[in-house]
């Protein structure tokens, strides 16, 4: 160690009680900073997780003009061929197939336009949170062939229950007239108002039957291993989509792009996260910049005198700003430790949303909030402190420059 650094360590600990509390304070801001930016994370997780295990899934395969036209011809003429594609790929937890149609259906009393979903009752259990949403009745089984679930405000609106027959029409794939008779077997409840009021969900042999469909499919719905797998997984059905040349109609969509709301309501939460962040910052910085200036004031005869015995300017202020670094740094590094440490706790045993944890589950959303701890999360809020602490020490320290031995000396 330099005699500098040596002079600088001595100087931090003159006054051990406002150097701990400096220290304190910058530790604390690296604390708080990881802490909510891994519960923002691992909120947002939870979020885009729940909503894509309702309907949407992480990835969609799916002809290109489908998301926006929603068009009964626009099909995946091979879903067999899709699934290879799935199951090749080792971020891809689960798959199903689904095929979708606009139809009128009947009750005894009432009828309402809705969307009718083909769904595999197997694979949609693995790939969505249908079969934990049901709320009266029963789920789907492999074997139904003319059974139906219904959401919960469409029931309330046709006046139907399970047990009920319900007559479904619309057009055919080939222009015929699509017509079947359903049983209600189960009644669902998402919390998402739009979903439960125009949906019902069938066997998909039976819709294919119905609405001449014969093997093909509007949509092959995937769910990752993890939201950090979404990325990558899509690039790779993308690139093999793209070798195949009787595959050129058909795209693939991550939850961004088929979820556009959720993603835009994400990133404004982010944003007004980081003012809130920015403000805790800032407080942090004129109180380092105050502790800085104090020490320099009450320090300006003795620059007096080193200046009057041949210490330059330079060398002073070198040495001071080594001070306020020194502080930053072990600030910095008690904060990520602790905040890693305490983020890691909560992120395997997760943070009870207390009394909220019912509602939740009703939306197949867990009451237990965890944080994700990431690169992203440990350092990004450390390193804006050291930077703003680093500006703001280097104001009172520049300031060392200005004084004259003389004056500095006779100082009081």
């Given at each position: 160690m330099?005699i500098?650094?040596k ?10 009680r406002r ?16 802490f909510m930016l891994s519960?923002q994370?691992?909120?947002y997780e ?5 909503s894509?295990?309702?309907?949407a899934g992480?990835?969609k ?6 998301q926006n ?10 879903p ?7 199951d ?8 199903t197939?689904r095929?979708?149609?606009?139809s009128?259906?009947?009750s005894k ?7 009718v979903?083909?769904i ?8 969505s ?8 009745g029963?789920?789907l089984?492999e074997?139904?062939?003319d059974?139906?679930?219904l959401?919960?405000?469409l029931?309330?609106?046709l ?5 009920d027959?319900l007559i479904?029409l ?12 359903v ?7 998402s919390g998402i108002?739009?979903f439960d009021?125009s ?5 998909l042999?039976t819709?294919?039957d119905a609405?001449s469909?014969?093997n ?8 990752c ?5 979404v990325?990558?997984?899509k ?7 793209n070798?195949?040349t ?7 969509l ?6 556009p ?10 944003i007004s ?9 800032l407080?942090v910085?004129f109180s380092?910049l105050?502790t800085f200036l ?20 330079g060398r002073?202020t070198?040495?001071v700003?080594f001070?306020?670094?020194?502080m ?7 904060g990520?430790?602790?905040?890693s440490i305490?983020?890691f706790?909560?992120q395997v045993?997760?943070i009870d949303i207390?009394g909220?944890s ?13 944080p994700r ?7 990004s809020?450390?390193?804006s402190?050291f930077?703003?602490?680093f500006l703001s ?7 060392i420059?200005k004084l004259r031995?003389?004056e500095?000396?006779a100082?009081?």
């Amino acid at each position: 160690m330099s005699i500098d650094a040596k002079m600088a360590w001595r100087n931090i600990w003159r006054n051990p009680r406002r150097t701990g509390l400096t220290i304190s304070a910058i530790a604390f801001a690296s604390l708080l900073l990881i802490f909510m930016l891994s519960f923002q994370f691992g909120s947002y997780e939870a979020l885009i997780n729940s909503s894509v295990k309702i309907h949407a899934g992480h990835l969609k395969i799916q002809a290109k003009e489908y998301q926006n036209k929603r068009d009964m011809h626009l099909i995946v003429p091979d879903p067999s061929a899709a699934g290879k594609i799935l199951d090749n790929l080792h971020a891809i937890d689960a798959y199903t197939f689904r095929a979708n149609a606009f139809s009128l259906i009947s009750s005894k009393e009432r009828t309402y336009g809705v969307i009718v979903t083909g769904i595999d009752p197997v694979r949609e259990a693995k790939v969505s949170s249908l079969a934990k949403l049901i709320r009266v009745g029963s789920y789907l089984s492999e074997k139904d062939t003319d059974k139906a679930l219904l959401g919960e405000l469409l029931a309330k609106n046709l006046k139907a229950g399970p047990g009920d027959e319900l007559i479904i029409l619309g057009q055919g794939r080939d222009g015929s007239i699509a017509a079947t008779v359903v049983q209600v077997k189960g009644i669902y409840r998402s919390g998402i108002d739009e979903f439960d009021r125009s949906t019902i969900h069938i066997p998909l042999k039976t819709f294919q039957d119905a609405y001449s469909m014969r093997n093909s499919v509007h949509e092959v719905v995937a769910v990752c291993k993890s939201l950090r797998d979404v990325s990558t997984a899509k690039k790779n059905i993308r690139k093999v989509i793209n070798n195949q040349t009787n595959q050129y109609d058909i795209t693939v969509l991550d939850w961004q792009e088929l979820m556009p709301g959720l993603f835009q309501g994400i990133q404004m939460d982010l944003i007004s996260g980081i003012i809130f962040y920015v403000i805790l910052i800032l407080v942090v910085a004129f109180s380092i910049l105050n502790t800085f200036l104090m020490a320099i004031f009450e320090r300006t005869r003795e620059f007096g005198v080193l200046m009057a015995i041949g210490t330059t300017p330079g060398r002073l202020t070198k040495i001071v700003l080594f001070e306020s670094m020194s502080m930053t740094m072990l600030g910095i590094i008690a904060g990520i430790i602790i905040g890693s440490i305490i983020t890691f706790y909560f992120q395997v045993n997760g943070i009870d949303i207390y009394g909220s944890s019912e509602i939740l589950s009703q939306f197949g959303i867990s009451g237990r909030i965890h944080p994700r701890l990431s690169i992203l999360s440990v350092f990004s809020g450390p390193l804006s402190v050291f930077l703003i602490t680093f500006l703001s020490a280097l104001y009172p320290t520049l300031k060392i420059r200005k004084l004259r031995p003389v004056e500095a000396i006779a100082y009081v």
